[in-house]
């Protein structure tokens, strides 16, 4: 189903889709699925003037939610050759979600790269809770259940156990995340799609 009001909104599928949800309200947003990229189960909401969503090469996609939304272009891209069973993404106010190529993400996922309300500050009432980007770097593996709050940034190759909580950056590549709040717990690890 396709709900798209605006003008000049593009969409690009050089892929598969299916059971693919969209609701464009704006102008000049696009959304891009590239060569060989398999798509389903999957509601696109974008608000808002000059935002993207991209699916590279060879990205499998296969339920969830995607929603970019805010008064200056923000943008969800996820990198070739990721797969996803089940990830909620919310991007606002102009920040970006990336997710980098090769990654790994298991099912029931949620990326939030802002709250939709104010938090402030009492006395001087001025909004203390801004948007901030999520970055994924390469060869990250999600695992089920996992939440990634605004501002995190993961360094390549990081497995991040099931149900973690993670509210901060990691530069340390391979190691493990896990908790609530997620801290390292194990390093000198990387992981592999195969069953070795």
Do not use: Y
Request: overall charge neutral; glycine content about 10%; proline content about 2%.
């Amino acid at each position: 189903m396709r709900d798209i009001r605006g003008m000049n909104n593009q969409v690009i599928n050089k892929g598969t889709d299916q059971n693919v949800v969209l609701e464009v309200h704006g102008n000049e947003n696009r959304i891009e699925i590239q060569q060989n990229a398999r798509i389903a189960n999957l509601k696109i909401v974008i608000c808002g003037n000059g935002h993207k969503v991209t699916f590279g090469e060879n990205v499998f996609f296969n339920s969830g939610m995607i929603i970019v939304e805010g008064l200056t272009p923000g943008e969800v891209f996820i990198g070739r050759d990721t797969t996803c069973w089940g990830a909620n993404i919310h991007c606002m106010e102009g920040k970006r979600v990336i997710l980098g190529k090769d990654c790994m993400l298991s099912d029931n996922l949620n990326l939030c790269g802002g709250d939709s309300h104010s938090v402030l500050d009492l006395q001087s009432r001025k909004r203390i809770n801004p948007s901030a980007d999520i970055i994924i770097h390469d060869h990250v593996w999600l695992g089920q259940g996992v939440t990634i709050l605004k501002g995190v940034e993961l360094a390549p190759d990081i497995i991040v156990a099931n149900h973690a909580l993670v509210t901060k950056s990691c530069k340390t590549s391979h190691c493990v995340l896990g908790g609530m709040p997620a801290a390292v717990i194990k390093t000198g690890v990387t992981w592999d799609r195969n069953l070795l």
